[in-house]
C-alpha cells in the first residue's frame, strides 16, 4: 500500500478528547475515528490489525474443533423474555420498535439465538458434544462508555457456545477452551493473567477471565511473580501477616473511659496502640433478617463477597438506624460483654486469632475494654477467611509477597449448566432413550476490546508497538529525500518485497524526514526500512526494528531474505 492512496492518515496532534493511550495513539495514527462516545469507525489500518486479531481467533477456535457460525444481531424481546434477561439486563439492552408493534433488541450477547437455534438440529447424544462459534458485533448500553476501545457501546466479540451430554464432558472440553485461549492472547503479544471469577453468592456459576495488566483496566487484580497465579480482588486468598504478640502475657481485660472517634486509626491513636491491637467489629444486614457482626483485626478489611459466599445470603452494611433500633452503640460494638437481648450473631476473622490483648469496644458510649483476649473473655463460634487482600499480603501457597496491578478483562468463559437449555427445551436423548437438558458453556473474546488493550500494553512515547502477528503491514518501507536513484530502488523493493507477499506500508511522500520518521514510531509497524541516498552510500537500506532502538545496514539484495527470516520466526 502506497501511503499517498490510503484511506485515513496520521494527525499531527492526537485528539483532544481522548481518554486514553489506545483510543490517543490509534486516532492520531489513523486506526480508529470516533464517532459517538464508544462508537468507533475503525479505518483501513484498523480493521487490517482487527481481521488479524480475528484470524487468530478464528484459528484456535478452530482448532478446538468450534464451527464458525453467524446469528442474528437484531432479535426478538420474546426470546429475551424467555430467560427473564429483558429484565436483568434491562439497563444495558438497546430496544427498538417495529412495524406490528414488535420490539427487538440488538444483541448485548448471543445465548438467546444460539439455543433455540441448536434446539432444532440436536436430539440426540449422537449429534453431541457441539461447539459453535461466531465473530459479531455487540451492543450494550453501557453507563460509562470510555477508554478508547477498551469500553465501547458498538464493540466486536468472538463468542463460541459449546453443547454437552454431561458436566464431565463440558468439564473436559473447558480446559481445552482454556488453553486455547491462552494461546491466543500470546499469539497477540499479551502476558494474560487467568483468574477464577467468584460466581456471586447464590451461583454454583463457575468462570474465568483473562485479564491483562493495563493502566487503563478497571479490575484490580492480585497476582503473585512466582507462582505465576492472578486472583480476584474481592475473593483473594493471602497470608495476612501475625503481629508479634505471642511473648505478651494475658493481662487483665481493664473498662476505660474515652473520647474518640469511631475510625480505626482514631481508636488506635486514643489508646496509643497499633491497629493491629484494635478488634474491630463491622455489621451486617443478612438478607431474609438478622444481623452478623464480622470481628475482624483492625488493620484489615472485610471482603463482603468473600462474606456473601460464606453466608450464601445477600448482605449490606447495617445503617446507623438499624443498629440503634438493635441496641448496640454505633463506634463500640464489640462481641465482649455483649447483651443477651440484643439479636446478633459473630463471626471471626482467622486474624484475630493470634493477636492477645486487645482494645475493643465495651458496647456502651464511650466506653472501651483493653486486654481483651480470644477464648478468655469472648468466644467465637465461627471462623473463616473474610479479609480483603491487597499489596503486602504474602501469597499463601509460595510465601512472596502478592501484587495488586489494575487490568483489563479480554476474555470470560463459563460453564453455563442448563439455565438456557432449559429456558428453551434444548433436551437430548441419552443411549437409554432418557430425555435431558443439554449442558451448555459459553466463550467470549472481545476483539476491539482486544486491539485497544494491545496498544496499551505496547506503545513507548512515541506510538504503537505492534507484535508482528496483528501488525497492519510487515514492513514500513520510507524514501527519504527525493533523489531519482534511490526513488527508483524503493519503487523496486517495494514491488519485489510484495510479489513475495510481504505486506508493504510504502511512504513514498516528498515529505520532511522527521514527518515520515515520526509517523513510522507513531503508526508502529514492526520493520522499518529506509531507503535514502545516504543508506545505499552506507551500503544498502538502513534496518530498524521497531522494538529496538539500533539501526543497521543491510545489503539492497539481502533485504527480502532478513525480511522471511523474521517472519518466519
Ligand atoms: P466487563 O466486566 O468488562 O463489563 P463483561 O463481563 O460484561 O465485561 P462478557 O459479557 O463476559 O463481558 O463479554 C465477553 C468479553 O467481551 C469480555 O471479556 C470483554 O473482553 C468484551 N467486552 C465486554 N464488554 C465490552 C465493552 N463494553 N466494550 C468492549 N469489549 C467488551
Ligand atoms: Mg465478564
Known amino acids: 500500500m502506497r501511503y499517498s492512496d490510503m484511506f485515513g492518515k496520521t494527525r499531527h496532534d492526537p485528539p483532544c478528547d481522548a481518554d486514553s493511550v489506545n483510543a490517543k495513539l490509534l486516532t492520531q495514527a489513523g486506526f480508529i475515528e470516533k464517532l459517538a462516545a464508544g462508537i468507533y469507525n475503525f479505518l483501513p489500518l484498523g480493521k487490517r490489525v482487527l481481521r488479524k486479531i480475528e484470524t487468530i481467533i478464528r484459528e484456535e477456535m478452530d482448532g478446538v474443533g468450534g ?90 466479540m468472538k463468542d463460541m457456545y459449546s453443547f454437552h451430554t454431561s458436566d464431565e464432558d463440558l468439564d473436559r472440553y473447558y480446559e481445552e477452551v482454556m488453553a486455547a485461549y491462552s494461546r491466543v492472547y500470546d499469539r497477540c503479544g499479551l502476558v494474560a493473567h487467568v483468574i477464577e471469577a467468584s460466581g456471586g453468592a447464590f451461583s454454583d456459576k463457575f468462570s474465568h477471565e483473562f485479564s491483562v495488566e493495563t493502566a487503563a483496566g478497571e479490575d484490580t487484580i492480585i497476582i503473585c511473580d512466582k ?42 491513636k486514643a489508646h496509643d496502640v497499633s491497629e493491629q491491637k484494635i478488634l474491630k467489629t463491622v455489621v451486617y444486614e443478612v438478607d431474609g433478617g438478622g444481623l452478623l457482626g464480622v470481628v475482624i483485626r483492625g488493620d484489615l478489611s472485610v471482603s463482603d463477597v468473600k462474606l456473601e459466599n460464606y453466608v450464601k445470603k445477600m448482605i449490606r452494611p447495617a445503617t446507623t438506624e438499624t443498629l440503634k433500633e438493635a441496641g448496640l452503640v454505633q463506634g463500640y460494638i464489640s462481641p465482649v460483654k455483649i447483651s443477651d437481648k440484643i439479636d446478633i ?157 510481504v505486506e508493504v506500508l510504502f511512504d513514498e511522500r516528498d515529505e520532511r524526514a522527521g514527518v515520515k520518521l515520526n509517523d513510522a514510531d507513531l503508526l508502529g509497524i514492526p520493520i522499518r526500512i529506509v531507503l535514502s541516498k545516504r543508506s545505499l552510500e552506507n551500503g544498502g537500506v538502513e534496518w530498524k526494528l521497531r522494538d529496538e532502538d539500533d539501526s543497521k545496514s543491510v545489503d539492497l539484495g539481502q533485504v527480502i531474505d532478513e525480511v522471511q527470516k523474521i517472519l518466519k520466526k
Not at 507462582?227 to 481485660?253: F, H, R, W, Y
Not at 492477645?356 to 480470644?374: I, W
Open 67 to 156: 464451527q464458525e457460525l453467524l446469528l442474528p444481531a437484531l432479535q426478538p424481546i420474546d426470546i429475551w423474555k424467555k430467560t427473564g434477561r429483558d429484565v436483568t439486563m434491562d439497563d444495558i439492552l438497546y430496544r427498538t420498535s417495529a412495524s406490528g408493534n414488535k420490539e427487538f433488541v440488538f444483541g448485548p450477547s448471543h445465548e438467546e439465538a444460539v439455543t433455540p437455534l441448536v434446539s432444532k438440529y440436536v436430539q440426540s447424544y449422537k449429534d453431541l458434544p457441539l461447539s459453535v462459534y461466531q465473530v459479531q458485533t455487540k451492543f450494550r448500553d453501557e453507563p460509562r462508555a470510555k477508554s478508547g476501545l477498551l469500553r465501547g457501546r458498538e464493540f466486536g
Open 227 to 268: 507462582c505465576k497465579s492472578a486472583q480476584n480482588l474481592e475473593i483473594a486468598e493471602g497470608s495476612v501477616q501475625d503481629p508479634s504478640t505471642d511473648a505478651e502475657d494475658e493481662l487483665p481485660m481493664e473498662e476505660v473511659d474515652i473520647e474518640r472517634d469511631f475510625s480505626v486509626a482514631a481508636n488506635a
Open 345 to 501: 450473631s459473630f463471626i471471626g476473622d482467622h486474624s484475630i486469632k493470634n493477636v492477645k490483648n486487645f482494645v475493643t469496644g465495651a458496647n456502651a458510649n464511650a466506653k472501651d475494654l483493653k486486654n481483651v483476649n480470644l477464648g478468655r473473655d469472648f468466644t467465637i463460634d465461627d471462623f473463616t477467611d473474610l479479609v480483603e487482600v491487597s499489596s503486602g499480603f504474602d501469597c499463601s501457597k509460595c510465601g512472596k509477597a502478592l501484587k495488586e496491578i489494575t487490568a483489563v478483562e479480554v476474555g470470560n468463559i463459563f460453564k453455563l449448566g442448563t439455565k438456557y437449555s432449559e429456558a428453551f427445551d434444548l433436551n437430548f436423548t441419552d443411549q437409554d432413550g432418557v430425555s435431558k437438558p443439554v449442558v451448555m458453556g459459553c466463550y467470549g473474546i472481545g476483539t476491539s476490546r482486544l486491539l485497544g488493550t494491545i496498544v496499551e500494553s505496547r506503545h513507548d512515547d512515541k506510538g504503537i508497538i505492534w507484535p508482528m502477528s496483528v501488525s497492519p503491514y510487515h514492513v514500513h518501507l520510507l524514501t527519504l529525500g527525493n533523489d531519482d536513484d534511490s526513488s527508483k530502488k524503493a519503487e523496486d523493493l517495494y514491488k519485489d518485497l510484495s510479489a513475495e507477499g
